[in-house]
């Protein structure tokens, strides 16, 4: 297995992506990293740190995108950005899969000019887990990725969740809901009222209706579906949740260090976007995850589902 990572990607790289490559390789003795970016400054970092090149690549590049460029922009300007390097090894086969805590917009971006979408979806999107009563949680999509969504986006991302908590938590058929402003199939805006039609017309999902938000924490969906507008919301509620709470309750699930990083689903390929202060738990953890989507063939099983068994009425 060979993993990409953008070593630059990050208000805390490379410093601290070098250090989780580190506590990665320690844990992983199978999978080979690639890392990309200045290879002087690599070579030092990891010669500081007592990494060995047994299981390390360098591909160099010099480009890089910053926080605060315009992702479509930097693409044109600098073709050979190391966003754009990673998302070719992946598409070249050359990587299982790729990781940046770097600009998010060029991820996207990148992520839909060279990776393609997976036949049948309309619109990839990204996850994230959310905690509920009992240490159970729901994988909670869009989050971001899609502030403007038609219904039929929707019942994609209901479908993309599901397959990911079947792949990845071995949940055999799981249980969809739509957060909405009230549990009847009247409620909401024009969007949920047809979203809720679309999706009761699912045969290949398990869907139990609307959930309000006081709902959330409860066990009543593993799969909980909104447009990225209020998801965004809700998961940068969650992150300051974990701030402010993190002293006197386990609410670990809510911490960004412990998941590492998001994927993109419904793309060609395994791309993981991590938060921009990642440290080093945070890029180990995302090595880790990458690794898990990688041997459960979480793409594989997207491919299939939406060939097989996706069909929007």
Request: glycine fraction near 10%; aromatic fraction near 8%; include cysteine.
């Amino acid at each position: 297995m060979r993993i990409a990572l953008d070593v630059f990607g990050g208000d805390l790289a490379p410093q601290a992506s070098i250090e989780g490559v580190s506590l990665f390789l320690q844990e992983n003795k199978q999978a080979h990293v690639l890392l990309i970016g200045y290879e002087d400054a690599i070579q030092k970092l990891m010669a500081e740190h007592g990494i060995s090149t047994t299981r390390i690549d360098i591909i160099h590049t010099t480009e890089y995108i910053g926080m605060d460029e315009q992702p479509v922009q930097a693409f044109q300007q600098k073709p050979k950005n190391s966003i754009s390097v990673g998302l070719s090894l992946v598409k070249e086969r050359k990587a299982d899969a790729f990781i940046s805590a770097g600009n998010t917009g060029a991820m996207l971006v990148g992520a839909s000019l060279i990776l393609s979408p997976i036949k049948g979806v309309q619109r990839p999107t990204i996850g994230t887990y959310y905690p509920q009563k009992g240490g159970a949680f729901a994988y909670l999509l869009d989050v971001g990725l899609n502030m403007d969504c038609k219904p039929e986006h929707l019942v994609g991302f209901a479908q993309l969740g599901s397959t990911y908590m079947r792949v990845m938590h071995h949940i055999g058929s799981p249980r969809v809901a739509l957060l909405n402003v009230g549990q009847e199939r009247g409620k909401g805006n024009q969007l949920t009222k047809k979203v809720y039609e679309l999706l009761s017309r699912q045969n290949d999902i398990y869907f139990i209706g609307n959930i309000e938000g006081r709902d959330l924490h409860n066990q009543i969906a593993e799969v909980i579906v909104c447009d990225g507008f209020l998801g965004n919301i809700l998961l940068k509620h969650a992150e300051a949740i974990y701030d402010l709470f993190k002293d006197r309750i386990d609410v670990n699930i809510f911490n960004y260090e412990l998941y590492g990083g998001t994927p993109i689903l419904g793309i060609e390929g395994v791309a993981i976007i991590g938060h921009g202060i990642s440290n080093r738990t945070a890029f180990k953890n995302m090595l880790h995850k990458a690794a898990e989507l990688v041997e459960k063939k979480l793409i594989e099983n997207i491919q299939s589902d939406f060939e097989k068994k996706y069909v929007l009425r």
